[in-house]
């Protein structure tokens, strides 16, 4: 089905007063202005098209440095006319939902949803669809979503479980605490990384002596927590299992706060800067780096496709949704030169700035 036709069909499932002001915005906007009467998008048979980036938060640095430029830049490079709606919803579900609602009524094409909270977004992605919107399921999955990009998320959990216990070996530890700090309850992933992180660990000889799953994966509360838990654990701590950089920085400083010296390994993911230059300074264990690029520039090629009427291509298949599972990658101190640096994230001179200079010296960064 081209653009136009999708449009058409989709006004005709619409309430009127939806169509009347989506038709009143859509008339404001001249990038879709330019598609609808000449035809000659750059994205082939439609032409332009509205795409909806809704992104869940920005505490956690990737989605305003990473996710939304590469995503941006990868529309423009496919579709020079197509638009970009961004909307961040800053951890907060209700928010979300209207960001998706105004997208809806500003005429989206398609819509590429991060979901705050993966239950009540089903509920948007069927609204959607009657509507003969496609949502794309972007890194976090929602049932019924027309396709999802994400990572193994499993696997994720299963790397940082594994990591741990490597550390923990290279330390000599045979047993002791482990305190674990999992991801918002209301995020998808963050079931399945903890789900990952349990297949390891629970087969372990050391002790889960407590376990959190952070409310909006804000670090301030997953430091609070950990400061609660040190008198409870007291000598016995060996480890800290973090699921994101975000906790394993509130983690490392309600450790260092209490004075535990030297600091049990801890775990973390998203390859945040600050985490790269802890795991240098030897105060975090390891990362997980997630390639951002790959992730956004699939997106913004399956939303491209869906809002031509076409099917994106997928190989995998997570409940019936049509899935791309991109690999995750461990990072440590030994390996920050491997991955991260070779694949440009960042540069040395980024990781290595100011005072982590001498750091990355000793570890052979610079
Ligand atoms: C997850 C995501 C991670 C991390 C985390 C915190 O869903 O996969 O990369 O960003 O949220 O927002």
Known sequence: MTTRAHRLSRALALPLTLVLSAGALAACSSG?????????????????????????????TRYESFDRPLFEAAVKAECSDCEVIYNNADQDATKQQQQFESAVTEGADVIVLDAVDGKSAASLVSNAKSQDIPVIAYDRFIAGADYYVSFDNRKVGELQGQALLDALKADGKTSGDILMINGAPTDANAADFKKGAHAVLDKSDFTIAGEYDTPDWSPDKAQSWAEGQLAKVKGDLVGVYAANDGTAGGAIAALKGGGVDPLPPVTGQDAELAAIQRIIAGDQDMTIYKAIKPEAEDAAKAAIALGNGDKPEAKD??????????????????????????????????????SFAKACASAGLK
């Open 32 to 60: 879709e202005g330019a598609g609808d009467s000449s035809g000659s998008g750059g994205a082939g048979e439609g032409g332009a098209l509205k795409i909806a980036l809704l992104l869940p938060e920005s505490k956690t």
């Open 317 to 354: 298949d997570k409940e019936g949704v049509p899935s791309t599972l991109l690999d995750p990658v461990v990072v440590t101190k030994d390996t920050v030169k491997d991955t991260i640096v070779k694949d440009g994230f960042y540069t040395v001179d980024d990781i290595c700035a100011g």
